[in-house]
Structures are given as structure tokens and as C-alpha cells.
């Protein structure tokens, strides 16, 4: 399972910025779908999830100002943000929990998957 996340770039204070992040490959079902971000100096921490069943959760920093949004068609899931701060400033990662077929009698295993981070810089 491949994650190709995009959507990032510069913004100043109070602009907007949408991220995607299309799953592919030998999926069976996604399950949880979520993004995470990461400051320089800082530990990597949830933004925000969103269940199969379309349940969303966000980290208190940013409820009000981003939507997380999932095509479950295209296993595609996107972060809309909005009201951009300084502090959101990090490299924006996208995960999903999925389960895939492993071989041609249709067996699946379930794993987490990560995309290649993409930067988001707000400015004052």
C-alpha cells in the first residue's frame, strides 16, 4: 500500500490550505484514516482521524479551524485547513490503517501506513 500525500506549501496568517492523501495498491478496506504533523524540535502528534464509518476527531488545537474528509471510493482522505496559525507550521504526515491482499487466494493482513510528509509554513 502506497500513500501519495500532497497539498502542502506557504500561507500567511489566517489563510487556508487543503491536503490530500490518496492510498493505492492492493487494498482491501482502509480503516481509520489520519494525519499527523511534526515541528521542528517536536515530537510528531494526531491532528486529526477519521473512522470508516465517517466519525472525525481533531486535537484541540485545531477544532473549529480543520475538516477532515474521507472518499471512500478513492481512498482518498483530505485535511482542510483553515485559519492557518504560525504554530501549525510542521511537516504534515497522512496514515491509514489498512488491510491488504497478500497473495492470489485473497488472504489479508492488516498494517499502518505512512506517506511522505509535506510541509506546511504559515507566516506571520
Known amino acids: 500500500v502506497q500513500l501519495q500525500a500532497s497539498g502542502g506549501g506557504l500561507v500567511q496568517a489566517g489563510g487556508s490550505l487543503k491536503l490530500s492523501c490518496a492510498a493505492s495498491g492492493m487494498i482491501s478496506r482502509v480503516h481509520d484514516m489520519a494525519w499527523y504533523r511534526q515541528a521542528p524540535g517536536s515530537e510528531r502528534e494526531l491532528v486529526a482521524f477519521?473512522?470508516?464509518?465517517?466519525?472525525?476527531n481533531y486535537r484541540d488545537s485545531v477544532k473549529g479551524r480543520f475538516a477532515i474528509i474521507r472518499n471512500n471510493a478513492k481512498n482518498t482522505v483530505y485535511l482542510h485547513m483553515n485559519g492557518l496559525k504560525p504554530e501549525d507550521t510542521a511537516v504534515y504526515y497522512c496514515s491509514v490503517t489498512a488491510e491488504y491482499i497478500v497473495d492470489f487466494g485473497g488472504d489479508v493482513e492488516e498494517d499502518d501506513f505512512w506517506g511522505v510528509g509535506t510541509q506546511v509554513t504559515v507566516s506571520s
Open positions: 477519521i473512522t470508516s464509518d465517517g466519525s472525525a
